[in-house]
């Protein structure tokens, strides 16, 4: 009697607690349940709404990154300051010099980084071989339920002919990284689930959105903000609508040279926009990334 009133007990609270746990991505979890179904319903392939994405993904990721100079302000003072700007601007011309000599090269190891980053940033405090299965399974997904559309992104990217293998081995890779997570954390099954079902219906571009506008974003700039409290926005927002000025203008001065490629998957689409999104938040994670490693290992402790 008393082990079946300990099960009963047992099976009300843990739904309890896997809710509980979904609490901070209730945002995430609601955008891709909404993208799915209108991706289901009307479809994907309008150029306005791959547009609108990378918008989103440069006003969701901007922020975040603009908050390093806060970051590099706590860690040094006077002209050590002033010089880790300078690093820190340097490294954002030579990721763009690396993207420009060797793209193929750069996309690859980018890809491979960025899954750690976002490992790191997602599950601070697990274990180093879940961040990076964590950051994987997010960058591989689209991959395996999306291939046609990572191909024709990774297309547009490198400026080159569609490479469908890079695709089908992040595939592989996917099913992998999932299946370690999930068996890891309920939590984890329960957001890749959702994200893979947006991979299915919306595409790469649309889930990676979700992903990075409602999930990413919102905690890593959450948790720099618990570290580094009273800071002002001004500087953010700045650095923010600064940079996307510049993209924006860039992309209106070049777009008329270049012409849609119609045997493309996205056939409307202005593949400038994708290019210049992609390549804008290389050059601007790789310092954040290294910034972030830096105060970790210096000062600030997950």
């Known amino acids: 009697m008393l082990l079946w009133r300990c099960q009963k007990k047992y099976l009300f609270v843990r739904p309890c607690v896997v809710l509980l746990n979904l609490k901070p991505f209730f945002f995430f979890l609601l955008s891709c ?11 994907v392939t309008d150029s306005w709404l791959l547009i609108t994405c990378c918008l989103i993904i440069l006003i969701a990721g901007l922020p975040h990154g603009a908050f390093d100079i806060y970051i590099l302000e706590d860690l040094f003072k006077g002209k050590i300051f002033f010089w880790s700007l300078v690093a820190y601007v340097g490294l954002i ?26 490992g790191d940033s997602d599950w601070p405090l697990y274990s180093f071989t879940f961040k990076v299965a ?7 997904l689209p991959c395996l339920f999306s291939a046609n559309q990572v191909t024709s992104l990774f297309a547009i990217i490198l400026e080159t002919q569609q490479m469908p293998t890079i695709a089908s081995t992040f595939g592989y890779i996917a099913i992998i990284t999932t299946i370690f997570c999930s068996i890891k954390n309920t939590t984890a099954f329960i957001l890749l689930f959702f994200y893979a079902i947006l991979c299915k219906f919306g595409g790469a571009l649309v889930a990676f959105t979700c992903y990075f506008a409602f999930l990413h974003g919102p905690r890593h700039l959450g948790r720099w903000r618990e570290k580094l409290p009273n800071r002002s926005n001004i500087q953010v927002y700045l650095i923010t609508i600064s940079i996307l000025i510049g993209i924006i203008l860039l992309v209106l001065f070049t777009s008329g040279e270049n012409s849609f490629n119609e045997e493309m998957t996205f056939i409307a689409v202005d593949q400038i926009m994708i290019r210049y999104t992609f ?13 972030l490693f830096v105060a970790d290992h210096l000062k600030f402790k997950h």
């Not at 349940?33 to 479809?43: E, H, L, N, R």
């Not at 964590?134 to 591989?140: C, N, P």
């Open 33 to 43: 349940i909404t993208a799915s179904i209108y991706s289901f319903a009307f479809g």
């Open 134 to 140: 964590w950051g994987s399974a997010i960058i591989t």
């Open 279 to 291: 390549v804008a938040l290389a050059a601007l994670t790789v310092p954040h990334m290294v910034s």
């Open 93 to 118: 011309f030579l990721t763009i010099l690396f993207w420009w000599l060797t793209p193929l090269v750069f996309l690859i190891t980018f890809l491979a980084y960025s899954a750690i980053h976002f």
